[in-house]
């Protein structure tokens, strides 16, 4: 969507308006109530609503907070509200933290929207093959949001539909991790079918088939589901619909996005119209003035030096990743890591045109590789390997290196880690393949941190203020 959820503020007053008590499941507004949802319009501009929240603090906004600061990838910025950043990245979570209070309560309102849409549609007098695509949609994006929060918060409460009376959310509780990916599943079924291979103009950026395909291989992969998982992405990469770019760094020129690698990105676009992306700021270092980018940087996100560690000599990705260091207004080199894969000159502060890449055919090409490894399949996922190392210009594995399913399994750990830097997915790695625990705990020990870190830190506690508004039903996680 080149528009780029430009009806997000017109939502705002209509699907936007829940308060934000529990599960913010309030009634839209009696006006929009009675006069929306009537025509096909109607419905899309609801629809491009929903796209909107992703961008959310809670959602992809700050997506970082949730999945990079715990990993051994990065850490937090040293000033400002650092113990809310801190908490993450040291494990000692606060059950009132805001940015667990963010990513449930814009969790919670994307879902309100798709469940909103999903069920008035059945109103809408209009074209059925545009009806079924724009349910598909929805349902893609509800799947994407439920993801993010049962990988975050593990049990959940499970709606699936539009709640029109404030205290029918109160008869939610949590509902187990294994309904949750049951009703992800559905939905990624249901919309595979109904969603078109690919769009153009306007509507580039929706989701499409291979989208509907790759989340839902991503899905069984975290269930360990593996031969569902390959299934379900090969068929993505047999399709011929998506390909690595021959250069890592056009990946990430905001030029170029919405290009043959991109699965699904989050959509930004600059221009002082509240719809551009803040990554470009937000990463650069602090008090660095324009000698990064204009406007300067809040310093957010910085890699460790074990992640800088973590590429292979000759590694063309690493430049476009991150720095180490930059030149300022004085001319003297000032020591600084930083994210500099999102680096697109901002109109105004925060406001660049960098989109968020949720889902890359290189990340397909990899869980496709561990899913035929976790079956057995080692020397049929090395080929699936060693095309991202070749794009990124490093020599191929050889089967020796590789041969056994043990040593495939920390190649592919490694070439997610460099491949994917600083795209929200180390973190969820590490908790899905079991290596999160022995790889921060040595990362603890490495920066001299006594820690007692166990399965309990998996997952994150929910947010104090959703148990204090409904103690008979929402409890909280074991250890917090």
Same mark, same amino acid.
């Given at each position: 969507?080149?528009?780029?959820?430009?009806?997000?503020?017109?939502?705002?007053?209509?699907?936007?308006?829940?308060?934000?008590?529990?599960?913010?499941?309030?009634?839209? *507004?009696?006006?929009?109530?009675?006069?929306?949802?009537?025509?096909?319009?109607?419905?899309?501009?609801?629809?491009?609503?929903?796209?909107?929240?992703?961008?959310?603090?809670?959602?992809?906004?700050?997506?970082? /907070? /949730?999945?990079?600061?715990?990993?051994?990838?990065?850490?937090?910025?040293?000033?400002?509200?650092?113990?809310?950043?801190? $908490?993450? %990245?040291?494990?000692?979570?606060?059950?009132?933290?805001?940015?667990?209070?963010?990513?449930?309560?814009?969790?919670?309102?994307?879902?309100?929207?798709?469940?909103?849409?999903?069920?008035?549609?059945?109103?809408?007098?209009?074209?059925?093959?545009?009806?079924?695509?724009?349910?598909?949609?929805?349902?893609?994006?509800?799947?994407?949001?439920? &993801?993010?929060?049962?990988?975050?918060?593990?049990?959940? !409460?499970?709606? @699936?539909?539009?709640?029109?009376?404030?205290?029918?959310?109160? $008869?939610?509780? =949590?509902?187990? @991790?294994? %309904?949750?990916?049951?009703?992800? /599943?559905?939905?990624?079924?249901?919309?595979?079918?109904?969603?078109?291979?690919?769009?153009?103009?306007?509507?580039?950026?929706?989701?499409? =088939?291979?989208?509907?395909?790759?989340?839902?291989?991503?899905?069984?992969?975290? +269930?360990?589901?593996?031969?569902?998982?390959?299934?379900?992405?090969?068929?993505?990469? %047999?399709?011929?619909?998506?390909?690595?770019?021959?250069?890592?760094?056009?990946?990430?020129?905001?030029?170029?996005?919405?290009?043959?690698? *991109?699965?699904?990105?989050? +959509?930004?676009?600059?221009?002082?119209?509240?719809?551009? *992306?803040? &990554?470009?700021?937000?990463?650069?270092?602090?008090?660095?003035?324009?000698?990064?980018? +204009?406007?300067?940087?809040?310093?957010?996100?910085?890699?460790? !030096?074990?992640?800088?560690?973590?590429?292979?000599?000759?590694?063309?990705?690493?430049?476009?990743?991150?720095?180490?260091?930059?030149?300022?207004?004085?001319?003297?080199?000032?020591?600084?890591?930083?994210?500099?894969?999102?680096?697109?000159? !901002?109109?105004?502060?925060?406001?660049?045109?960098?989109?968020?890449? @949720?889902?890359?055919?290189?990340?397909?090409?990899?869980?496709?590789? $561990?899913?035929?490894? $976790?079956?057995?399949?080692?020397?049929?996922?090395?080929?699936?390997?060693?095309?991202?190392?070749?794009?990124?210009?490093?020599?191929?594995?050889?089967?020796?290196?590789?041969?056994?399913?043990?040593?495939?399994?920390?190649?592919?750990?490694?070439?997610?880690?460099?491949?994917?830097?600083?795209?929200?997915?180390?973190?969820?790695?590490?908790?899905?393949?079991?290596?999160?625990? !022995?790889?921060?705990?040595?990362?603890?020990?490495?920066?001299?941190?006594?820690?007692?870190?166990?399965?309990?830190?998996?997952?994150?506690?929910?947010? +104090?203020?959703?148990? %204090?508004?409904?103690?008979?039903?929402?409890?909280?996680?074991?250890?917090?």
């Amino acid at each position: 969507m080149k528009r780029t959820y430009l009806l997000v503020a017109l939502l705002s007053l209509t699907l936007g308006s829940c308060k934000d008590d529990f599960l913010a499941l309030s009634p839209i *507004s009696q006006a929009s109530t009675t006069t929306f949802y009537k025509t096909s319009s109607d419905l899309l501009n609801a629809l491009n609503g929903a796209y909107g929240a992703l961008q959310l603090n809670g959602q992809y906004g700050q997506y970082y /907070v /949730v999945s990079e600061v715990p990993s051994d990838d990065t850490r937090p910025v040293l000033s400002g509200s650092v113990t809310d950043q801190d $908490e993450f %990245d040291k494990f000692y979570l606060r059950t009132t933290n805001p940015y667990l209070a963010a990513r449930w309560s814009d969790g919670y309102r994307g879902i309100y929207r798709c469940n909103a849409i999903i069920d008035r549609s059945a109103g809408v007098t209009m074209d059925e093959a545009l009806k079924s695509r724009i349910l598909g949609e929805a349902k893609f994006l509800r799947a994407l949001m439920y &993801f993010n929060l049962v990988r975050v918060f593990g049990d959940v !409460p499970l709606v @699936v539909k539009e709640i029109t009376d404030p205290q029918e959310g109160y $008869e939610y509780g =949590r509902s187990p @991790v294994a %309904d949750v990916y049951a009703q992800i /599943v559905k939905d990624l079924t249901d919309a595979e079918t109904v969603l078109d291979v690919s769009y153009t103009g306007a509507n580039v950026g929706r989701a499409t =088939r291979g989208a509907a395909k790759s989340l839902l291989g991503k899905v069984y992969l975290t +269930q360990r589901k593996y031969a569902d998982a390959a299934t379900k992405l090969k068929e993505v990469i %047999d399709a011929g619909t998506y390909d690595l770019l021959p250069s890592y760094a056009s990946v990430f020129q905001a030029s170029n996005k919405n290009h043959k690698e *991109s699965v699904f990105d989050v +959509q930004y676009k600059k221009g002082s119209i509240g719809e551009g *992306s803040n &990554f470009a700021n937000v990463y650069a270092p602090e008090n660095s003035g324009n000698a990064v980018i +204009q406007f300067g940087g809040g310093g957010n996100n910085q890699p460790t !030096p074990d992640m800088i560690a973590a590429y292979e000599p000759g590694d063309l990705r690493k430049d476009v990743s991150l720095a180490t260091s930059y030149t300022n207004a004085s001319g003297a080199k000032v020591d600084y890591n930083f994210v500099r894969k999102y680096r697109d000159a !901002p109109v105004i502060n925060n406001d660049s045109e960098d989109n968020w890449p @949720v889902l890359r055919y290189a990340d397909v090409l990899l869980m496709y590789a $561990e899913a035929l490894n $976790e079956a057995g399949k080692t020397a049929d996922a090395l080929p699936y390997l060693n095309r991202v190392r070749t794009r990124a210009g490093l020599a191929a594995k050889t089967a020796t290196e590789v041969g056994t399913q043990a040593a495939m399994r920390l190649a592919l750990e490694q070439e997610r880690r460099v491949e994917l830097a600083f795209e929200g997915h180390r973190w969820f790695d590490l908790v899905r393949t079991g290596r999160a625990l !022995p790889v921060l705990q040595a990362k603890a020990a490495a920066i001299g941190i006594k820690t007692n870190l166990t399965e309990n830190n998996l997952v994150f506690p929910i947010p +104090q203020s959703q148990i %204090d508004i409904n103690r008979s039903k929402i409890t909280q996680n074991q250890g917090y």
